[in-house]
């Protein structure tokens, strides 16, 4: 089964004419996400990550790229600013169930509807994780937005190629095992409540830096269902120390257990076999 991740940052919208808001934590989340895909724990992710880039992708510029996907395990990642909108003919929303949530896209300047985007994934492959790391407050009028530019790959030599080439066949084993279907939808936070900057750790988003100081600090393979275990119990607790204001992710899965897509391979174990292989 081949795979494809993409990446979306949205750093930048003015709410106002007089009052931008600036969201380097976007920009630099999605560069920390790209650089860690990279590496051998999380599987050696190469050419199969896309960055968007927010001043040339629109809505149909994205689902049209999706739809090229057929048959992929597709993990998407966007970290940057986002609403809840009223559901069309709904003219006076009076409970949560009559919002749905939007990204920005296009500098700002298109709402793009949540739903759509993952319904058109779940058109083309059975097996998909989708992270939306953003604000999800009640009709706000959002703007625009700067464009992301992705961080150069890494350059490994010789020796850490052929690891990192190893460790990624056991992550792509892992996917070929894995019996989860559908599309998992995990959200930084709650309606009506904002995504939040950690502020001890080189600005990047809470949610980034509880997934990563977890799967930094864990010895063996972890699955989608581990990394939302663990953020559902660490986000709100990092979001209320730093902020005073409660965070708490969300998943579209009521059963996460059956949440089996490969997230970062046992390091230890593989490496061991690795070079237990090359003797």
């Given amino acids: 089964m081949k795979r494809m991740a993409i990446l979306i940052a949205s750093p930048t919208v003015n709410i106002f004419e007089y009052d931008p808001r600036n969201l380097p ?3 630099n ?3 920390y996400w790209k650089s860690q895909l990279q590496t051998p724990k999380l599987g050696a992710w190469e050419d199969e990550t896309e960055i968007q880039e927010a001043s040339s992708w629109n809505l149909d510029t994205l689902l049209s790229f999706i ?10 990642v966007y970290c940057g600013h986002g609403a809840r909108f009223p559901k069309k003919g709904c003219a006076k929303p009076i409970s949560d169930d009559n919002f749905e949530d939007y990204i920005l896209l296009k500098n700002g300047s298109e709402k793009a509807r949540l739903e759509e985007i993952l319904e058109t994934i779940d058109g083309v492959t059975d097996k998909a994780t989708v992270m939306i790391d953003a604000c999800r407050m009640h009709n706000l009028d959002v703007q625009d937005y700067e464009k992301n530019q992705a961080s150069l790959p890494m350059q ?14 056991k992550w792509m084993q892992m996917l070929d095992k894995c019996d989860a279907v559908g599309v998992v939808l995990i959200q930084s936070c709650s309606p009506r409540e904002e995504a939040h900057l950690f502020k001890y ?10 997934i990563f100081e977890y799967v930094k600090n864990v ?4 699955c989608v269902k581990n990394v939302l275990e663990n953020l559902c119990s660490k986000v709100n607790f990092w979001s209320n120390l730093n902020h005073g204001l409660a965070q708490n992710p969300t998943c579209n899965i009521d059963d996460i257990d059956t949440i089996n897509y490969p997230f970062a391979v046992n390091m230890g174990e593989e490496i061991a076999s690795y070079y237990a292989e090359e003797k």
Avoid: P, W
Wanted: glycine share 6%; net charge positive.
């Fill in 25 to 27: 934590g976007a920009n």
């Fill in 29 to 31: 989340s999605i560069k």
């Fill in 67 to 76: 739809r090229t996907l057929n048959g992929y395990y597709i993990f998407v």
């Fill in 156 to 169: 490994l030599n010789e020796s850490q190629q052929s690891l990192s080439g190893f460790l990624r066949k």
């Fill in 201 to 210: 750790e080189n600005d990047i988003t809470i949610f980034t830096y509880v």
């Fill in 219 to 222: 010895s063996y393979s972890v």
